[in-house]
Structures are given as C-alpha cells and as structure tokens.
C-alpha cells in the first residue's frame, strides 16, 4: 500500500529575488520563506518551491446524501463519500466547520488515503460521487484532482464544495476534473468579505462566470445568511439579480440559517423568516429553483416545475418525498425539462455514516 508523501510537488508559485516563493494557488498570493505555510496553513515553502503537506491525509470520511453537499439538483436522493483535510485560505469569522477549516495540527490529519483507495472505497460502499468538503479543496487541489481522476476510472463523480477563491490558472486545472461544485457566496458586498472573510468578492464572482460560460460543470450556490450582516433585502435582491443576469435562471441558490459559531458567537442564529424572505427575492427575481436550508421548511425545501408549477420533489431536511420526475429529469405533469443531471431515483435519506478506508 502507499503511503502518503510527506511533500507533495506542486505547480503553481513562483520565485522572487529576495528568495521568497509566492504560492499562485488563491488571491492571497502569500509569499513565504523557505519553511514557512501560507495562511491555508497546507500549502509550505521548501526547497524554493511550493509543496502540499496534506496529499493522501485526511480529517476523516463520511458517506452522506448529496443534498447536504448542498446539491439538490445532481442525482438527488444519492450517497456521496465525503472528506476533507485541514486549513483554509479564507478566515471566515462565522466558519461552522472550523475545528477542520481552521486547524493548525497536522494531527487533524489523522487518516491517510491515497487516491486509488478512496476510488475503491466509494464503489465499495455503493457512492455515486465523492465529495471534497468540510474545508475548502482547491488548497489541496493537487491531491482532489488526482483523487477525481481515480474516481473517474471507476465511473463515480467528483463533487467539490468550495468557496471559489481561487487564481484563473489554478482553476482551469482544477475544475477540469470536477463533475460538480457548490460555490459558497458568502455575501455580495466587498465590505463583508474584506471584514468577516479576510478575502475580496471579485475572485469568486470570476469563478462562478468560469464554471458557468466555460465549463460543463454543474454548480448550485450557497449563502448563509447571518443577521445585520448579509441579510438585508437590498443586497440579496442585486446578488439574485446579479445570478440571474449573469448566469441564468437555472442555476439552484441555497440560503442557508446561521447559527452562532467561532468568532460569531455574538451574533443571533437567523430567523427562519429572513431565510423564506431570500427565497421569495430570489424567485421574484426570476430564479428557477431556490432553496432553504438549516431550517425545516418542506416547502422551500422541494423542487417546483418552472413549466406548471407544481411541485415535482418533495424534499424535507435532506429526506426525498413524492417524486413527480421521470429518471431523465423532466416534469411528468408537463414534460418541461428540470435543470440538472438526474438518474432513476435512489433514497438515500438523511443517513451520516462514518467510514474507515483502508
């Protein structure tokens, strides 16, 4: 069996003069002395070069629905083999995973995989996809892309659950081998990415352009609301119209409940009404399918025919209902095509099941 590199070669950086090596991966093009990690905390500095410190290590893997990804929209009611590894290149306040994302250990790393075992692993256990997730992958893109490779061979689908903060080049090579992506906006004001993120807003719109003229990629969006910061019907009435005119009405958008987390714990979890407000923007809007999320709301949470509509998925916390779709994925009232990639319907539900990968 393989084992893990301890350093992995990496492509994107390059060298300055004063011997420092500027890593090319995200916007944040941290320039790093030789031992020194960049702010992702995986990405290091040795040799004059950047190499990746987490390939083939994992936090740990889990088997669950796709639409927890969230991904209502790709295969619904299917299992997919979740992981992730540690760090992240944004600094999110409000991170609700941050005992991964922002993990400064390498004993967080505590299994080890490489590629080829995670690809048998998710035949094995009867997964359609597996997942990149819990913390961002294009700091780790090296090892996800490999990993999405092996899959492949297999016939299993990648999935990458991500913020999108990521460099023109990097991405190209990235999403390549990426069958699917949930694209994390996480506000639609440069001020809130600059003040909660640490990060800017153009980047990420750029990805989602990308994924959108330029690739066969399909995304759904995600934003968690967080009360008095992102909330407001102003600003999700030009991020829904921003999607809209920019990316069409087809793309899915989740508006998901915060609660108080990290460094936000000051901030009161959102009301289920400013989540159902979203929604309804995002619909007058002119947007297809827009979700709720973090709250139980079978009504926003199920899938609706653009053509009739009349509801065609039920969908309740992750649990698949009624299904009124042909495998293919059209309407069986009117035929009208629902957007997406769908298969004959499995029912997963809302199961979490940890697994070992050997």
């Keep these: 069996m393989h084992q893990p590199p301890e350093f992995f070669k990496t492509e994107y950086w390059h060298r300055l003069e004063d011997g420092r090596v500027i890593c090319d991966v995200c916007p944040r093009h941290c320039r790093l002395r030789d031992g020194k990690r960049g702010a992702c905390f995986v990405r290091q500095a040795k040799d004059g070069e950047i190499v990746l410190t987490s390939y083939g290590r994992s936090s740990g893997f889990c088997i ?3 639409e927890k990804k ?7 009611g299917s299992s997919v083999l979740s992981f992730g590894t540690a760090g992240c290149n944004l600094g999110c306040k409000f991170c609700q995973n941050w005992s991964i994302s922002k993990s400064r250990q390498i004993d967080t790393l505590g299994a080890t995989a ?43 689908h990648s999935v990458a659950v991500s913020a999108g903060y990521i460099c023109d080049k990097p991405r190209v090579a990235f999403y390549r081998d990426m069958d699917a992506a949930n694209i994390d906006l996480k506000a639609f004001t440069e001020r809130f990415y600059h003040k909660i993120c640490s990060g800017h807003l153009a980047p990420v719109l750029d990805t989602l352009l990308y994924l959108k003229h330029e690739t066969d990629v399909w995304f759904e969006i995600t934003t968690l609301l967080i009360p008095d910061e992102n909330d407001s019907s102003a600003e999700l009435d030009q991020l829904t119209r921003w999607v809209v005119d920019n990316l069409g009405p087809d793309v899915p958008i989740h508006f998901s409940a915060f609660h108080p987390d990290f460094k936000m714990m000051d901030k009161p979890r959102t009301p289920p009404e400013t989540v159902q407000r979203a929604r309804e923007i995002a619909l007058a ?3 297809n399918y827009a979700y709720v999320g973090n709250i139980f709301d079978e009504a926003g949470d199920s899938t609706y025919c653009p053509g009739c509509h009349r509801k065609v998925l039920v969908r309740n916390w992750y649990e698949l209902g009624e299904c009124a ?3 293919s994925g059209a309407c069986r009232h009117c035929g009208y095509q629902i957007a997406g990639h769908f298969a004959a319907p499995k029912t997963f539900g ?5 697994v070992h990968i050997t």
């Design 64 to 66: 669950d629905p796709i």
């Design 70 to 76: 969230p991904l209502n929209h790709y295969y619904p």
């Design 114 to 156: 490489m590629p080829e075992q995670i690809a048998r692993a998710a035949q094995r256990y009867g997964c359609d996809s597996i997942a990149f997730t819990y913390n961002d992958p294009v700091i780790f893109m090296e090892y996800a892309v490999d990993c999405a490779q092996a899959c492949h061979e297999l016939g299993i």
């Design 285 to 287: 809007n002119g947007i």
């Design 325 to 327: 779709l042909t495998d």
């Design 350 to 354: 809302r199961q979490r099941i940890p």
